[in-house]
């Protein structure tokens, strides 16, 4: 059932308050420092998977999306606070973020890797990582992985403030690997010159979550039902597939 346009506007209203000057304004929440998912155009404008996928999903709403640059560690603290109304930035469907917030419908879903200098003596064995500098970028599901099971085994886990700082320390040397997404490290890096003489590690890891979903306040559930609306039509009508298309040579959205 279609949520009437006049529930959605209320909804939205409520979720804004007094920061979006437009009560139709979706304000959401994005680290454009992980291509090809979020990244920056030469010009400066927004880029990526999540953007395409986001832009649209304010069109079926009849909402207009405003996108806000934050770093990813500080997506709920600042969707709590209200200066957000969702988070659109690869944040993954996890149990402890759910205790936190609401999330819609799954948009994508990949698998993890560990990516280094090829030749590197770090091997598939996570014991091998003992006395390597492992970087990972702060509030995300890698960092937690690498300081559960690595840390112990004696991994130098480094949080950093972005993706593109753990790429920039993992070509001068300062770190041995760095752990994030497979299709992440694979587009965003490894097809880059930037990636040259670098490549996975191992097989791929699974993280334990439940895909990519977009993060909202616990109580904007009628937002959560227009937008899961709007990823299922997407997903039905093909628009999904034609988006997904610009960037993969495969479906993002996983089993």
Same mark, same amino acid.
């Given at each position: 059932?279609?949520?009437?346009?006049?529930?959605?506007?209320?909804?939205?209203?409520?979720?804004?308050?007094?920061? &979006?000057?437009?009560?139709?304004?979706?304000?959401? =929440?994005?680290?454009?420092?992980?291509?090809?998912?979020?990244?920056? &155009?030469?010009?400066?404008?927004?880029?990526?998977?999540?953007?395409?996928?986001?832009?649209?999903?304010?069109?079926?709403?009849?909402?207009?999306?405003?996108w806000v640059e934050l770093e990813f560690s500080?997506?709920?603290?600042?969707?709590?606070?209200?200066?957000?109304?969702?988070?659109?930035?690869?944040?993954?469907?996890?149990?402890?973020?759910?205790?936190?917030?609401?999330?819609?419908?799954? !948009?994508?879903?990949?698998?993890?890797?560990?990516?280094?200098?090829? =030749?590197?003596?770090?091997?598939?064995?996570?014991?091998?990582?003992?006395?390597?500098?492992?970087?990972?970028?702060?509030?995300?599901?890698?960092?937690?992985?690498?300081?559960?099971?690595? &840390?112990?085994?004696?991994?130098?886990?480094?949080?950093?403030?972005?993706?593109?700082?753990?790429?920039?320390? !993992?070509?001068?040397?300062?770190?041995? *690997?760095?752990?994030? *997404?497979?299709?992440?490290?694979?587009? *965003?890096?490894?097809?880059?010159?930037?990636?040259?003489?670098?490549?996975?590690? =191992?097989?791929?890891?699974?993280?334990?979550?439940?895909?990519?979903?977009? *993060?909202?306040?616990?109580?904007?559930?009628?937002?959560?039902?227009?937008?899961?609306?709007?990823?299922?039509?997407?997903?039905?009508?093909?628009?999904?597939?034609?988006?997904?298309?610009?960037?993969?040579?495969?479906?993002?959205? =996983?089993?």
């Amino acid at each position: 059932m279609k949520l009437p346009l006049t529930i959605l506007c209320a909804a939205l209203t409520y979720s804004s308050g007094a920061f &979006a000057a437009d009560p139709n304004t979706l304000r959401l =929440g994005i680290d454009p420092t992980y291509p090809p998912m979020d990244s920056k &155009a030469p010009d400066g404008s927004l880029k990526g998977f999540d953007v395409d996928l986001g832009n649209e999903i304010c069109k079926r709403i009849h909402a207009h999306c405003q996108w806000v640059e934050l770093e990813f560690s500080g997506m709920i603290p600042a969707l709590q606070a209200r200066k957000i109304d969702a988070v659109l930035s690869s944040m993954a469907i996890t149990d402890k973020r759910e205790q936190q917030i609401l999330f819609s419908s799954k !948009l994508f879903q990949f698998k993890s890797h560990l990516i280094a200098r090829q =030749g590197s003596p770090l091997a598939a064995d996570a014991n091998a990582l003992a006395g390597k500098q492992i970087g990972v970028q702060t509030g995300t599901q890698f960092e937690s992985y690498a300081l559960k099971n690595w &840390a112990p085994l004696g991994a130098h886990v480094t949080a950093y403030k972005s993706q593109d700082e753990v790429f920039a320390d !993992l070509q001068n040397g300062r770190l041995d *690997g760095a752990l994030l *997404g497979t299709v992440e490290a694979d587009y *965003g890096f490894l097809r880059t010159p930037a990636g040259k003489g670098f490549t996975f590690v =191992g097989g791929p890891l699974s993280m334990g979550d439940r895909g990519v979903g977009i *993060g909202l306040r616990k109580d904007e559930t009628a937002v959560q039902a227009s937008i899961n609306e709007a990823i299922a039509s997407m997903r039905k009508d093909g628009t999904y597939a034609q988006i997904a298309k610009k960037y993969f040579d495969f479906d993002p959205y =996983g089993n």
